[in-house]
């Protein structure tokens, strides 16, 4: 209905605000349709119902709007507007924030209320974190309701300024908070912000004339996410956490990644060496232009339409919608099968803009409703609607107030068929975790769907929340690295580049990844995250991207790839060079040469060729060995064979597993180990000699850095360096012979010299050779890990040093540097990956704690979670190994198979997977077998399987215990247990 008796319970103060607006509107170009004129006019599929949820006079120039947890409407009217290229600012603020409400569940405001009035230019609002967020420009405004009374508990506050409005349609827009907690919206191209907190220099703000910013409304910073497009006015997240904008003028979808650059409709890119920028991923046209986006994530429409994105089209005055279909890294917008148009108004003066999904099901669009399509004029100055599109006469709910639900309510919403529930259930999560509020027990519930349910977008849900109301962290992130499902993965590295402070474990991790993740879209995240990634650190996962030749044609992954690359093309020439000589992405090899010429550099760069590497001898002699410090003898700080330091400030760290091996690690700072001069140390000029050591690098730049030298101090020295240029050095006085670039990881590296030569291996290959002989015979002291007389200290590990008084063969060294020494265990090295982690639950499981421990509770906590599997004195399932108190008292062995369960895994408890023959699946260890059968164990006991019922076995390469069995309990909760289990 478009006019209709405000009842009779409302305040006076509404009833009087709504007569004053009853001025009916001017005729313009076109008739002037009421409501139900209009609705009579539309066209939608059959069994749809539209009605108008408010119009005007209760609903004038909307410009945004929004639900709130009541499922309440919160309205922007911009009364401020004159013309895209004016507005009546000389009048001061005349915008208002009002709320509609239907009391009565038919589908139609009831109750208008006025938040807040003088608002100026009001463009996008967004509820929550105790307050109304509100697009004004030239600021982005806070108004404080922390007590949810719908009146603003003080004046705006201003938290970012500097917001253009060169252009009024493209301005700060579309706002929704995303999964991963900010603020995000929209800015179009023809406005030019410079964006920071109010006071804030130039060199403390950003630049936006297109794209998707994003405000943290905790920590308050603000980011471009992505650059480009034209005047994006609709904005929405998949299932999968994927953002997508519609557009104007140009082609009307793209899929934003983090950190892109995207086809603009004017201007330039900030950055001049993007060179190009990703296109649409839409494979048709409509006529411009488009405004609004909405997945339809909800349960009220048919299947067919669950997962497509809405979106309005002011040219064609309708609803149009787009099916999102993967492809390699991306996605594609195509027209879906059973068409691409919804809703048609059929009325010149429908003009949509903005969407949402109620709570209901129901589908929303707020309708400027004015005769003049591109805004030059305003036509009717006390018009607008919200439409309401559901299939069938849907009733609306009413006297919700999610706010009242407890928290097991707001978890087990994360499993509702509409998304509406799930992001209002996120962001209470986050507050209550915010206000100290939040259930102990809650974080347990959200890790069990994520750990437990088979549907990766509900897993996806709950990981998003864990991750705001503190429940995750690069702690529970980093295992989620290894997830079966992409997206998990990919979140986790989203997640864990959001701080810009990556570890080095999970940089190693990453390459690897980047070498051997079999999906693009994992790709995609490692691409987007090196932007966020110090320049140093990239090189290593950009050359395994670059590597993948069958991403040279994927929509997203070359540009992503060589935004992230372009800065760093022209200042190491060495690296560069392996990036090129890796790259299977002609687009990428272009780029870079193209990049390099701007910056002064050739266009051409060729890697330092390795050097030949010998067949390795059968064996390495002992004769001539006066040094050996062997890894396995690393078992304390103070003394390493002859080596020691016994100033305790300067001892290097003993860790059980450093890329995986056990070894001394060095701070960088000033730890070292020594030896005292020894005559067998020092040779003269024609002495034959060599020096090998296993040395572990976490990163370069450091200027020169010593690891093993003697008489550095003094004269006549030797030893292995890197130099300032990042290259490994065979050290001598006066006479130094430089080889290849260093790179992370483990090496081995050798420096022989025999008479007249010098030669310099690394990992085998022979790296450079000097001519001539030097001597080293000075009288200082052996340092390992730093030259404390030149303040160069060495930042990484080392597990062997070996020194010969004979120079090593070629085959020699090629044998000893195909023999890694000192290899971690299993739980070692899963303790490196997640020091947090480990560190954590060693703390909690102290003795002191233990001895507190409720045995009562742990009794029962095992008969709800290990007892299924496990077995203590004969209590418990037989699918699993029986749980030995003396095993769960050691730490070093609880933890390693609690919080790695894939790591070492029992050969007797070995899971099967059986396909049977009327494909049915069964899991299983197996117990016994004979001719005709097997006796299986498994979490829900022992029973035989025919074998003539099996059409298929398979070994399963993984455990199925759990991930994180402790991570779905309390603190109180392990605790108990692992006392129960002790006693």
Request: with cysteine; net charge negative; proline share 5%.
């Amino acid at each position: 209905m478009s006019t209709r008796l405000i009842p009779q319970a409302l305040p006076i103060c509404l009833l009087l605000l709504s007569l004053a607006h009853a001025e009916p509107p001017k005729e313009a170009a076109f008739k002037y349709l009421s409501p139900d004129e209009a609705i009579s006019k539309m066209k939608s599929p059959e069994g749809f119902v539209v009605n108008a949820f408010a119009a005007e006079p209760d609903c004038q120039q909307p410009f945004a709007f929004t639900f709130d947890e009541r499922g309440r409407i919160w309205l922007c009217e911009n009364l401020n507007y004159e013309t895209r290229r004016s507005d009546l600012y000389n009048l001061g603020p005349q915008g208002r924030i009002v709320i509609l409400t239907d009391t009565d569940g038919d589908g139609e405001m009831d109750e208008r209320k006025v938040f807040k009035d003088k608002i100026m230019f009001p463009t996008g609002i967004a509820l929550g974190h105790g307050g109304v967020w509100v697009g004004s420009p030239p600021n982005l405004l806070f108004i404080p309701d922390r007590n949810r009374d719908d009146i603003p508990d003080a004046e705006p506050e201003i938290k970012l300024d500097g917001w253009g409005r060169q252009d009024r349609h493209e301005t700060l827009n579309s706002f929704l908070w995303g999964p991963d907690g900010w603020l995000y919206g929209t800015h179009g191209v023809f406005t030019h912000s410079n964006v920071g907190k109010p006071g804030a220099p130039d060199s403390e703000r950003q630049k936006i004339n297109a794209g998707v910013w994003r405000y943290h409304p905790l920590n308050e910073k603000f980011e471009v996410f992505a650059y480009g497009t034209s005047n994006p006015w609709g904005l929405d997240f998949d299932e999968n956490g994927q953002a997508f904008v519609t557009a104007c003028v140009i082609p009307h979808m793209f899929h934003i990644i983090q950190g892109g650059r995207y086809h603009r409709q004017a201007g330039r890119h900030f950055n001049p060496y993007v060179y190009d920028d990703i296109k649409t991923i839409a494979d048709h046209r409509h006529p411009s232009a488009h405004g609004g986006a909405r997945f339809y994530l909800a349960d009220q429409f048919p299947e067919k339409y669950r997962k497509k994105l809405f979106m309005c089209n002011i040219h064609m005055h309708g609803v149009l919608v787009d099916e999102i279909k993967r492809k390699g890294s991306g996605y594609v917008a195509s027209d879906p099968k059973f068409g691409g148009t919804f809703s048609m108004s059929n009325d010149p003066q429908w003009l949509g803009f903005n969407m949402e999904i109620g709570p209901d099901g129901s589908l929303y669009a707020i309708d400027w409703h004015d005769s003049d399509i591109c805004g030059r004029k305003v036509l009717h100055r006390k018009t607008g609607r919200i439409w309401r599109y559901s299939w069938g006469k849907q009733s609306f709910p009413v006297g919700m107030d999610l706010t009242k639900l407890p928290d097991e309510e707001l978890v087990e919403m994360h499993l509702h068929p509409n998304e509406w529930y799930v992001r209002q259930s996120r962001r209470l999560l986050q507050e209550r975790a915010l206000a100290g509020k939040i259930k102990p027990a809650t974080l347990g519930g959200l890790r069990k769907i994520l750990d437990e349910h088979e549907d990766p977008a509900r897993r996806l849900r709950a990981l998003w929340t864990l991750q705001l109301v503190g429940g995750l962290g690069d702690v529970m992130l980093a295992p989620l690295l290894n997830d079966k499902a992409e997206y998990i993965r990919a979140w986790a590295i989203q997640l864990i580049a959001e701080d810009k402070r990556v570890p080095d474990a999970v940089l190693e991790k990453w390459a690897v990844m980047a070498r051997e993740d079999k999906s693009a879209v994992v790709r995609l995240f490692l691409a987007s995250a090196m932007q966020r990634v110090d320049h140093a650190k990239r090189w290593d996962v950009l050359t395994a991207l670059v590597g993948h030749v069958e991403d040279k044609s994927d929509h997203n992954l070359p540009l992503l790839i060589w935004y992230a690359l372009e800065p760093l093309v022209v200042t190491d020439e060495d690296r560069t060079a392996e990036v090129v000589a890796a790259c299977k992405i002609p687009k990428v090899s272009e780029y870079i040469a193209r990049r390099r010429k701007a910056g002064g550099k050739a266009a051409a760069v060729k890697p330092r060729p390795k050097g030949p590497k010998a067949k390795p001898a059968k064996s390495v002699s002992g004769k001539g060995l006066v040094l050996h410090l062997k890894a396995e003898d690393i078992g304390s700080s103070e003394e390493w064979g002859g080596a020691s330091q016994p100033q305790k400030a300067f001892r290097p760290a003993v860790v059980a597993s450093l890329g995986g091996r056990r070894a001394f690690k060095f701070d960088g700072a000033d730890d070292r180990l020594e030896i005292a001069h020894r005559e067998d140390l020092a040779f003269g000029k024609n002495d034959a000699y060599s020096l090998a050591t296993w040395v572990y690098i976490e990163g370069t730049g450091r200027g020169w850095t010593a690891l093993v030298n003697k008489s550095r101090a003094k004269s006549d020295w030797y030893g292995v360096w890197i130099n300032e240029e990042g290259h490994w050095l065979m050290g001598g006085q006066k006479s130094n012979v430089e080889g290849t670039r260093v790179t992370r990881g483990w090496h081995h590296v050798c420096i022989t010299q025999d008479k007249s030569e010098r030669f310099l291996f690394v990992d085998g290959h022979l790296a450079a050779y000097g001519a001539g002989s030097v001597a080293a015979d000075g009288g200082g002291a052996l340092w390992i890990g730093g030259a404390p007389s030149v303040e160069e200290f060495f930042n990484g590990g080392i597990n062997e040093v070996r020194i010969y008084r004979r120079a090593l063969s070629a085959g020699e060294v090629s044998r000893l540097s195909d023999q890694p020494v000192g290899l971690a265990s299993q739980g070692a090295r899963a303790e490196e990956n997640t020091p947090e982690l480990f560190a954590h639950y060693r703390e909690l499981l102290s003795e002191e704690n233990l001895s507190g421990a409720d045995l009562e509770h742990g009794h029962l906590v095992f008969s709800n979670s290990c007892g299924r599997c496990h077995a203590v004195n004969g209590e418990g399932g037989l699918s699993g190994p029986a749980l030995n108190p003396s095993d769960v008292a050691d730490l070093d062995y609880l933890l390693p198979h609690v919080l790695d369960p894939d790591g070492e895994i029992d050969e007797s408890y070995r899971y099967f997977k059986f396909e049977l023959t009327d494909e049915r699946v069964v899991l299983g260890v197996i117990a016994g077998e004979t001719a005709e059968s097997y006796t299986l164990d498994s979490n829900v006991g022992r029973f035989d399987l025919r074998k003539a019922d099996v059409a298929h076995v398979d070994v399963l390469p993984y455990s199925l215990m759990p991930d994180a069995v402790f991570q779905t309990m309390t603190d109180r909760e392990v605790l108990d247990l692992v006392g129960f289990l002790r006693k």
